[in-house]
């Protein structure tokens, strides 16, 4: 085998190689990397230039010259900074004039032996090039990477082809020629991969955009939340993956595991979708379509009225009223009011809900319902308040009753079954474990599978603390105003102690002051206390190993 010939096999050789390490690797710029050096080295090219077609023009995207030690754009590259070259011109013709610009729109490849002899092509900026570096741009190989679909993906141009024995410049041979053709149509297939993934990845994320400007107009308080429990989420996901010490000392957060929680978190509520607006937003324990606080209001009302006209029959059933008698009937009416006035304002109060309620207040809730009869439309006679409305008004904790948290707590549900009906690929086949353990604890107490902190994944025990210091601090829900970051980290301490979140992200939330980045970019400046980090309860601000 004459050496000629044996150098081609090589190159056939090196050709088939780089033609699978294109097919396994995922980076888009290494892949970009790999076109521009394989090209080089399979034509012994000097310099090599790669555009990417976008909106109608071709884009510098890498640019290499070895003898002049150029690495522009790429991996390890300088940003470039070229003006694009159009691949239509303004009268809508193509653009012919620059070599590059010509190949793509004829789909065919140029290969110019010396381009100063050429008069087609305009090769002013080659020119300009050479006379700044002190260069000369002789031959060209300009190859258009086309795909199946006859769409150009960009342009692969080669400059100066080295005699491998002499090192002069030289034309492109044929073999030359060939073998980069070949090369293109491997790397447009490739790029049109990368391509379509990342549209279909586009398309997934316009989809959960869809979904959260759905639940927008159902609900804005959903929709806030949505919006903010990533930011919290990737903010602590960066500030464990910088731990060097401690339990989560080996905790790295990939590429993959980011893109995956960042569309966890995004997608983590979307279960409420299905869940009734009127529970969702519901800011009042009577509220449902309307806050039937206006019915308990109108019975107060009723009772006055009842009142008043049993004073003037008393009057009436007298023969001989005293002449005092309005002073005194205006004087017991008046207690009268002022007694139920507290009562109303009483059940007011326990209708807006809170952070906890007395057991007297809630025994007191059932007496008034039980202890004001009033008459109702149909004229019979009723108690203040009906089984529902008072055990409604005597929730401890909040506005929602048992069966409405079951129903809120249902979204989790259904938001599980609603990523797991997605046929997700393989690099993004945990967003279904990451966005399902939000509500899980680590002692195994939370829903809807009860896992324990040994079952939940490090990115899904992130998303738990995400949630909940979002809702705390959230200005917007309808039940609650925002609390300060020392209200927030104190009830999230005691989270930690009673074994609810997971401690070692705890002390990195804290330690890593995400809190204070999240606080001083979202929430209000009377919200942002500089909280006393050594005052949180639970709080280990030392890192061991053990």
Known sequence: MNSKRANLVQRLERLVAVGIELSVERDTDRTLGHIVEAAMELTHADGCTLYLARDGQLDFEIIRNTSLAIR???????????????????????NLNAVATAAANRRQTINLADVYAVTEYDFAGARAFDQANGYRSQSFLTVPLVDHEDEIMGVLQLINALD??????????????????????????????????????????????????????????????????????????????????????????????????ELAALMHDCGKITTPVHVV??????????????????????????????????RLDQAAPDASWREELAARQAETEAELDAERDFLRRANLGGEAMSAEDVARVHAL?????????????????????????????????????????????????????????????????????????????????????DQMSIPARIMAIADVFEALTARDRPYKPGK???????????????????????????????????????????????PDTRSIPGYNAHVTDD
């Open 164 to 261: 491998p024995d002499t090192g002069a410049v030289i034309a492109f041979d044929r073999d030359s020629q060939y073998l980069v053709e070949s090369l293109a149509s491997q790397a447009a297939m490739v790029l049109n991969k990368r391509q379509l993934i990342e549209r279909l990845e586009a398309l997934f994320i316009a989809f959960i955009k869809v979904i959260n400007a759905a639940l927008d107009e159902k609900s804005p308080y959903t929709h806030g939340h949505c919006q903010r429990v990533p930011i919290i989420t990737m903010m602590l996901a960066e500030a464990a993956s910088r731990t060097a010490a401690g339990p989560l000392k080996d905790f790295v957060l990939t590429e993959t595991m980011r893109r995956e929680l």
């Open 369 to 453: 319902g039980e202890g004001h009869r009033w008459r109702n439309p149909d004229g019979r006679e009723a108690p203040l308040l009906d089984q529902e409305e008072a055990a409604m008004l005597a929730i401890t904790y909040g506005t929602l009753s048992e069966a409405e948290r079951a129903v809120i707590n249902r979204h989790i549900n259904i938001t599980i079954e609603m990523l797991e009906a997605l046929p997700w690929p393989k690099h993004l086949r945990h967003v279904t474990e990451y966005a399902g353990g939000h509500h899980e604890r680590m002692d195994g107490k939370g829903y809807p599978r009860g896992l324990t902190g």
């Open 72 to 94: 522009l754009g790429g991996p390890a590259g300088e940003r470039l900074t070229l003006k694009p070259l159009p691949l239509k011109l303004a009268d809508g013709s193509a």
């Open 281 to 314: 937003d519901k800011s009042t324990k009577l509220e449902t379509l309307f806050d039937r606080i206006a019915l308990v209001d109108t019975r107060f009302e009723v009772l006055k009225r009842d009142a008043r006209i049993r004073e003037l029959e008393a």
């Open 484 to 530: 300060t970051l020392s209200e927030t980290l104190t009830i999230l301490g005691r989270m930690k102690l009673d074994q609810h979140i997971d401690p070692d992200l705890f002390d990195v939330f804290i330690r890593e002051r995400v809190y204070a980045d999240y606080a001083g970019r979202y929430l209000e400046p009377e919200q942002n206390d500089d």
